[in-house]
Every structure is written in C-alpha cells, then in structure tokens.
C-alpha cells in the first residue's frame, strides 16, 4: 500500500503553492492582518488608510515583494486558510462564510479553479 502511495506522489506535477510575504513593514501589517482574518473585505484603498502608505505604492509593492497583485495574494491567503479547514473537518459551507466569499458555491468554484477539485473531492483525498 505504500508502495502505491509513493507511486502516486511521484507521479503528481509539482504545483508550488504557498504565500510570500512582503518584506516591507507597513505592507507585513496588512498581511499578516488578512491571514489572521481573511474575511476582512476591506478594500486595497481602506488597507492602504490602514497601514499608512498610498494605495498606489501598496499596489505595486505588494506585486514586487510578492509576485502577486493585492487582490491574488488575498485569494491565495483565504485558500491557504481553506485547506486547513478542510483537514479539520471544518463543513464547506462554514469554511466558505468564514472566509468571506458570499456564498459557498462562489468559494466552490475558486477552489476549483485554483486546485483542479472541489473542497469535497479534495477532502476525500485526506
């Protein structure tokens, strides 16, 4: 059974999938504020107020330090979360309110695009 296990983890394409964090002081504030809640919908101008920068510099910082525009960072951080609540056996339809996408088949969907699955078929897979 192992031996399957391995077989099947080697076979999988590499997909690197983890969350940069910017360098930058002011913009570490707003993400580390978005991953300890990222239901937060404040918008790119509201975090900017926030953390006292310009929304043009946390715009283009933020793709800089990251590789990611604001808003892709947010998506990847609530995915992040998202996988962590699925391993805790967290229902879909929480984990999608909880996050902040308004309706579970919204956060459905971008789980699908982002993963190839849906949350269920994924958990499946745990």
Known sequence: MAAVILDEIRSLPVEPF????????????IA???????ADERDL????????????TLSRRFVLETGFNFTAWRQ?????????MLAAGVPVTAIALDLG??????????????FGETPASYRARL
């Open 32 to 38: 580390h504020a978005l991953i300890a809640e990222p």
């Open 18 to 29: 983890g969350l940069p964090l910017p360098s930058d002081p002011r913009l570490q504030r």
């Open 45 to 56: 101008e509201q975090w900017a107020h926030w953390a006292a920068v310009s929304s043009r």
């Open 101 to 114: 996408y308004s309706t579970p088949s919204a956060f459905i969907g971008l789980f699908r695009r982002t």
């Open 76 to 84: 990847r951080a609530r995915m992040m979360r998202s996988l962590e």
